[in-house]
């Protein structure tokens, strides 16, 4: 919201039919999405407005070495990410950091009554 976007919660256990349909109705231009969904996405992209791609893992804010553990587990050992390659998407820690991302302020108000 900071950012002066518009949140439309979603979920992630929606089928990319499902998916596509919701990102279609609200003309979601951008999302976040964890890794383990992303394969999803990558089915229905191309049908959607959405341009700007952050991906997040399990343990992508955990401090070292937990983040390499537990992404290895979660990956490799438990296979919960399926495959996926969408051009363009950066990991969530990346678009923190990243001066490729920047957003115009927007001025907030009360509403009149």
Known sequence: MRAGLIVVNTNPLYKPREMEHQFKDSGAVAIIIAENYASNLQQILPNTAIKT?????????????????????????????????????????????????????????????
């Open 53 to 113: 791609v952050i991906t997040t893992s399990i343990g992508e804010l955990l401090g070292f070495p937990r983040k390499i553990v537990v992404n290895f587990v979660v990956r490799s050992l438990k296979r919960m990410v399926p495959k996926y390659q969408i051009l363009n998407a950066v990991s969530f820690t990346e678009a923190l950091t990243r001066r490729a991302f920047r957003f115009q302020p927007i001025r907030v108000s009360p509403i009149a009554m």
